[in-house]
T-cell receptor
Framework: DSGVTQTPKHLITATGQRVTLRCSPR?????VYWYQQSLDQGLQFLIQ???????AKGNILERFSAQQFPDLHSELNLSSLELGDSALYFC?????????????FGPGTRLTVT | AQTVTQSQPEMSVQEAETVTLSCTYD???????LFWYKQPPSRQMILVIR??????QNATENRFSVNFQKAAKSFSLKISDSQLGDAAMYFC???????????FGTGTSLTVIP
């Protein structure tokens, strides 16, 4: 158990809909990262937040948005969903100070768009 | 720009044998971190091993060790005494010490043959 939680585990929805994925980082971690992994593909970095502020942006579509709340949990919002958005969405967290810079991943949310 | 290259899309190894997975990266920075992550069929991303660039000594975690060659920008993972449970996709990753983003390779799929 990495200490990072993601809900829901599975999500099935229709094209055109909007969904929200939720992530709670490990206790004490200030950074949250979102990744998309399509079937048999590598990790596509979407966006990073640090202590509530956006810090880095990857190949995130305009239909996607994210935020990090004061309690440090983060939400990834996906709207106007298309079939191609079906993927595994990972959240990862990492610490700032000390020796630990590695990312710890949540179990992922599997999104299926029908 | 930082890039991470895994030139072996697929590898296989006999159970109990040793296998080495390759990773090269491109960076102009001198202070950074390198990681190997394992993704088994469950799709959970699991940190296997971490290497700090300022350390000359290669990291070791039980049966997993790395060969870090800073000048060559090479970071290979050696798995000794391979077990069936080692079968997974392995991702190499890089992070600049003070940067925000983690850069992942495209992965190497490892098959362990009984």
């Amino acid at each position: 158990d990495s200490g990072v939680t993601q809900t829901p585990k599975h999500l099935i929805t229709a094209t055109g809909q909007r969904v929200t994925l939720r992530c709670s980082p490990r206790s004490g971690d200030l950074s949250v990262y979102w990744y998309q992994q399509s079937l048999d593909q590598g990790l596509q970095f979407l966006i990073q937040y640090y202590n509530g502020e956006e810090r880095a942006k990857g190949n995130i579509l305009e239909r996607f948005s994210a935020q990090q709340f004061p309690d440090l949990h983060s939400e990834l919002n996906l709207s106007s969903l298309e079939l191609g958005d079906s993927a595994l969405y990972f959240c990862a967290s990492s610490g700032l100070a000390g020796l630990s810079y590695e990312q710890y991943f949540g179990p992922g949310t599997r999104l299926t768009v029908t | 720009a930082q890039t991470v290259t895994q030139s072996q899309p697929e590898m296989s190894v006999q159970e109990a044998e040793t296998v080495t997975l390759s990773c090269t990266y491109d960076t102009s920075e001198s202070d950074y971190y390198l990681f190997w992550y394992k993704q088994p069929p469950s799709r959970q991303m699991i940190l296997v091993i971490r290497q700090e660039a300022y350390k000359q000594q290669n990291a070791t975690e039980n049966r997993f060790s790395v060969n870090f060659q800073k000048a060559a920008k090479s970071f290979s993972l050696k798995i000794s005494d391979s077990q069936l449970g080692d079968a997974a996709m392995y991702f190499c990753a890089y992070k600049w010490n003070t940067g925000n983003q983690f850069y992942f390779g495209t992965g190497t799929s490892l098959t362990v043959i009984p």
